[in-house]
């Protein structure tokens, strides 16, 4: 059921870093990139055949590495940022965004096969008419201050740069 919200990955980078990352061409040439062993920027990044891939347990491993400066760019999705940083301990504020988008994710709510079809279609429903009223994106914007906007509505805003989702 969805979708509910919308969220693009971009590559952060330590603030004060001399690391440069303009387009998606530059980060293969960067010593590191931190991810998370298996998870969907680990996937999409070995299938683009990046060989400067440094697997980390998680995600939140990979901000502090990111942090310590073990790691040159990490891929976070832009709504997951703030929360990581801050259960990482970390200042946000010290995380750079670059414009450099890997990709864009859209969220739905799943249940199980054994739920019945009307059950899903009044979900359904009450999501279309929070949308049609404004109130899910009041909510959106107040939760998640950097939030993109799911399709239907308006479309997120493109970054510079090629990057894997163009």
């Known amino acids: 059921m969805g979708p509910l919200i919308s969220s693009s990955v971009y590559f952060y980078r330590q603030k004060d ?3 440069r990352v303009n387009t998606l061409d530059d980060v293969p040439r960067l010593t590191a990139v ?8 680990d996937v999409y990044l070995h ?9 980390v347990e998680n995600q939140l491993q990979s901000i502090r590495m990111l ?3 073990r790691v040159d760019v990490t891929p976070v999705s832009e709504l997951a940022m ?4 801050a259960k990482a301990g970390i200042d946000p504020a010290n995380l750079e965004r670059t414009d450099v988008r890997l990709y864009d994710s859209v969220l739905y709510l799943a249940f199980s096969l054994d ?7 009044r979900w359904q429903r009450a999501l279309d008419e929070l949308k049609d ?10 939760c998640f201050p950097r939030m993109s906007t799911p399709a239907g509505n308006e479309s997120p ?8 989702v163009e």
């Open 17 to 19: 870093s001399r690391v």
């Open 34 to 41: 931190g991810v998370g062993l298996g998870n969907a920027d």
């Open 47 to 55: 299938s683009l055949g990046f060989t400067n891939i440094h697997q």
């Open 67 to 69: 942090h310590y400066g």
């Open 82 to 85: 703030p929360w990581l940083a």
């Open 115 to 121: 739920v019945p079809d009307t059950t899903v279609a």
């Open 133 to 142: 009223s404004g109130r899910l994106d009041a909510i959106g914007r107040r």
């Open 157 to 164: 805003s493109a970054a510079s740069g090629r990057t894997a």
